[in-house]
């Protein structure tokens, strides 16, 4: 395949983090694609995630469930893009499994991976339709939602060492 | 990249159009993706295929200004999934350039180039969201529609080396 066209960042429809995080790019990377692994940090707490599907090619796969402090459960369906191992992980949810049009399309999310010293740069880009869809996502409070979940895979990838 | 999830056509979501045309694949290939190409076969007359934009790459833009025969244009933007030259390109109006999410989402669709003999085994896939989705496309003229823009495409093509 040739290069892809890397999404750029627009400060008026998307969203994003970036931090360096304390561990190297091929434990972030199982962190994100192995469900095994999502269950324990995707969702910040008291969410829980208590399911995970993942056929980790273009086309494939990525659904969640989430269960709210209440125990009611919601099932988030996307398709993913581009699959490049320890490196680059882009779905979306305006699309399902195989590449089908979806119903409800909310967002784009690309995870970059760069090795750092001994660590990895994280960056994550959140992109949206319009300005109003990212302005309900920042008020769903995405900064500390992405930021809350970055910290609990760190925990929860640290202790897997220890 | 590892290989992709192959969409698997579905009766009630999905149409399709498979005929055997006498070029080759890479003749097939060029007349999709090559702008100059695209505007001479791609819309049924008497409607017209008056611009064309191609990023041939996974999250480039596919984008397409068909003129009614009163004379109105209407733009079209999707994006490119899968390229593997000569032999299958995926894109949707689900995504725009850069897998951004898009407003109105319609199909995704596939083509998929074999060869046969001297000729190529030609088939489009296009999925849709829900079965009053496809029903609308198929009440649209999908079947007429495609095989006469293929057909142009053939009549087109064949002109060119002649």
């Not at 931090?19 to 434990?27: E, N």
């Not at 967002?107 to 990895?120: D, M, N, R």
């Not at 302005?135 to 925990?155: I, K, N, P, R």
Request: with cysteine; net charge negative.
């Amino acid at each position: 395949m040739p290069s892809t066209a890397i999404p750029a960042f627009n400060p008026e429809l998307d969203l994003s983090l970036e931090r360096v995080v304390p561990m190297a790019p091929s434990l972030v990377w199982a962190a994100w694609t192995q469900p095994q692994h999502v269950v324990h940090w995707f969702t910040p707490a008291p969410w829980q995630t208590v399911d995970c599907e993942i056929d980790l090619r273009p086309g494939g796969i990525f659904r969640t469930t989430m269960r709210s402090p209440e125990g009611q459960d919601n099932d988030h369906t996307g398709c993913y893009l581009e699959v490049v191992e320890n490196q680059r992980l882009v779905w979306t949810d305006a699309l399902g499994p195989g590449y089908r049009p979806a119903n409800n399309p909310f967002v784009t999310a690309s995870i970059t991976l760069q090795p750092e010293g001994s660590g990895t740069r994280y960056t994550a880009l959140v992109q949206h339709k319009d300005a109003a869809t990212r302005q309900q996502h920042e008020a769903m409070g995405f900064t500390h939602g992405w930021s809350t979940a970055l910290d609990q895979l760190v925990a929860y990838m640290q202790g897997l060492r220890a």
